[in-house]
């Protein structure tokens, strides 16, 4: 028999018709699977808007007491996250511990040093001791000096590195020993310092700029354990009153207006958001497009 299209054509719908049909039940009966085993009813509170980011999760953030900090410690608060303040200042870490639980938030200020090894193992100890686990670690605390090239002592060099970038290497190591099991996120607070700068300002930038290389070099060391790490790189992030700034401070952005601390926190919710499991060892600027802007005088 000839092989026509006529011939042929009658039998194709129904294989068709066969192979669509144990495609759709297969299809039915997977979703169901999928939805008993993966929580369909928390996805839908999620879409709800009634679950929670951080619910039963610990963060800590250095230099959590004030400024930038305080803005990522409310910020993962709000998400029921249990954060630990983390701060050499006594007075505003206990002021924000307070301040957060008359707000319903849960809070535990723990006075630390970062420069400090034994400050920093004992920090990561008493929030697993209270929590039971440590998911996420801000490295946030950080000090600037700007000074004359010629008159930067290297006492305030030493000071500058140990405070920004030798902590983010010890907060990170001792944390990640509690994250190891069920892994975790890491991000570091560098600075767009680290690819643009200003005279006079050596430390700082340097602190930055290893921030970012020890950021991508921690994310392939901790990649087997599941703990990813990034950083966030601000631009100007005013954390003091706004009446303070001029208008030309607003305009000169791309964004029109300077950046405030909620700013950088929404990057880190993001960072270290788990279903962005696909993000390690980067960078996310946040500057109101000053790192991209071209300024040449007229
Ligand atoms: N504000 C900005 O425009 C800006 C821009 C780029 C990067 N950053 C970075 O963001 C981070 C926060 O900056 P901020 O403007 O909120 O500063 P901030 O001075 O307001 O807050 C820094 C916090 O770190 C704490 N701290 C300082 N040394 C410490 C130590 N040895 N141990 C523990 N805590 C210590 C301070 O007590 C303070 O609470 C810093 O790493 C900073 O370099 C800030």
Redesign the pocket.
């Known amino acids: 028999m000839i092989d026509t299209e006529e011939s042929r054509y009658p039998v194709f719908p129904l294989t068709v018709f066969w192979r669509s049909t144990a495609v759709f039940i297969g299809l039915q009966t997977l979703e169901k699977v999928v939805q008993e085993t993966c929580g369909a009813e928390k996805r839908k509170a999620f879409v709800e808007g009634d679950d929670f980011m951080f619910a039963n999760r610990t963060v800590v953030v250095?230099?959590?007491?004030?400024?930038?900090?305080?803005?990522i410690a409310l910020a993962f608060a709000r998400e029921k996250g249990r954060v630990v303040i983390?701060?050499?200042?006594q007075e505003?870490?206990s002021a924000l511990e307070r301040e957060m639980k008359d707000q319903g938030l849960e809070a535990f200020f723990v006075r630390?040093?970062?420069?400090?090894e034994a400050?920093v193992i004992r920090l990561m100890e008493r929030a697993a001791e209270k929590y039971g686990r440590i998911d996420v670690l801000i490295?946030?605390?950080?000090?600037?000096v700007f000074k004359p090239f010629f008159e930067l002592t290297l006492e305030e060099w030493d000071n500058v590195l140990?405070?920004?970038l030798r902590?983010a290497f010890l907060c990170t190591r001792e944390a990640a020993k509690y994250m190891k099991k069920e892994g975790g996120a890491v991000i570091n607070?560098?600075?767009?310092?680290a690819f643009m700068s200003e005279a006079n300002t050596e430390s700082?930038s340097a602190?930055?700029g290893g921030i970012i290389a020890l950021t991508h070099a921690m994310a392939a060391s901790l990649s087997p354990y599941r703990i990813r790490v990034n950083a966030v790189?601000?631009?100007?992030?005013?954390?003091g009153d706004e009446g303070e700034l001029r208008e030309i401070d607003h305009k000169q952005h791309w964004s029109g207006r300077v950046?405030r601390?909620e700013d950088?926190a929404r990057a880190c919710l993001f960072l270290a958001d788990g279903r962005n499991d696909f993000i390690t060892g980067q960078n996310l600027i946040v500057d109101g497009g000053m790192t991209r802007k071209m300024i040449y005088a007229e």
């Open positions: 250095t230099g959590g007491a004030q400024g930038i900090g305080k803005g983390a701060d050499l200042n505003a870490g630390t040093d970062v420069r400090e400050d490295n946030n605390a950080g000090i600037s140990n405070t920004n902590s607070i560098a600075s767009t310092r700082y602190s930055k790189s601000p631009g100007w992030i005013h954390t950046g601390p950088i």
